[in-house]
Antibody, heavy 120, light 110 residues
Framework: QLQLQESGPGLVRPSATLSLTCTVS??????????WGWIRQPPGKGLEWIAS???????YYNPSLRRRVSISVDRTKNQFSLKLSSVTAADTATYYC????????????WGQGTLVTVSS | QSALTQPASVSGSPGQSITIPCTGT?????????VSWYQQHPPKAPKLMIY???NRPSGVSSRFSGSKSGRTASLTISGLQAEDEADYYC??????????FGGGTKLTVL
């Protein structure tokens, strides 16, 4: 069964770049049926989709974050990554990586989430 | 893109049925049938309950069902149980090849 695990620093300084990695296990990141995504949730608030990358390499971003965000895949490591630049306190959130599993058109499999705090 | 509209809270008694609406536009909910629903018991990760409007993943109770009419999708939970108390989110795929979530609904089982 596909499993995802986020990793990265829990504390990022304001104006710096947040970098997170999602490691895929029990499955291949090169699966032709897959897309991969990042979703975040500020403390006490709702979910926000950040970005997705497809098997084809196509990338799609939340318009409100487009200028600051980048998603990529490392097939050799079976990982995909998120970079968010020029972070502020408003970017403090639990960040989840997610992907379709048995449900081909939905975020069926989620990582446990990692809390990233933006603070000096 | 604007978030889909959900009520902030709903409540019901054990055994009752409740429905959570999720309203969008012709560019998201009205665009296709890629509408999903998630249950979240904070601080856990969200769990997929319904996908493609009305499909249940394996292992999800048949008490959960989904539907869509025009620009509004709905999640119905029948035979409410205490364990159903959680936050619920809808999400839809948009005409811009992006995803948009609803603001979330807190379900209280009285």
């Amino acid at each position: 069964q596909l499993q995802l695990q986020e990793s990265g620093p829990g504390l990022v300084r304001p104006s710096a770049t947040l970098s997170l990695t999602c490691t895929v296990s029990s499955g291949s990141i090169t699966s032709s049926t897959s897309f991969w995504g990042w979703i975040r949730q500020p403390p006490g608030k709702g979910l926000e989709w950040i970005a997705s990358i497809y098997y084809s390499g196509a990338t799609y971003y939340n318009p409100s974050l487009r200028r600051r965000v980048s998603i990529s895949v490392d097939r050799t490591k079976n990982q995909f990554s998120l970079k968010l630049s020029s972070v502020t306190a408003a970017d403090t959130a639990t960040y989840y990586c997610a992907s379709p599993g048995a449900a081909a058109d939905a975020f069926d499999v989620w990582g446990q989430g990692t809390l990233v705090t933006v603070s000096s | 893109q604007s978030a889909l509209t959900q009520p902030a809270s709903v409540s019901g008694s054990p055994g009752q049925s409740i429905t959570i609406p999720c309203t969008g536009t012709n560019d998201d909910i009205g665009y296709n049938n890629y509408v999903s629903w998630y249950q979240q018991h904070p601080p856990k990760a969200p769990k997929l309950m319904i996908y493609d409007v009305n499909n249940r993943p394996s292992g999800v109770s048949s008490r959960f069902s989904g539907s869509k009419s025009g620009r509004t999708a709905s999640l119905t939970i029948s035979g409410l149980q205490a364990e159903d108390e959680a936050d619920y989110y809808c999400i839809a795929f948009t005409s811009s090849t992006t995803w948009v979530f609803g603001g979330g609904t807190k379900l209280t089982v009285l």
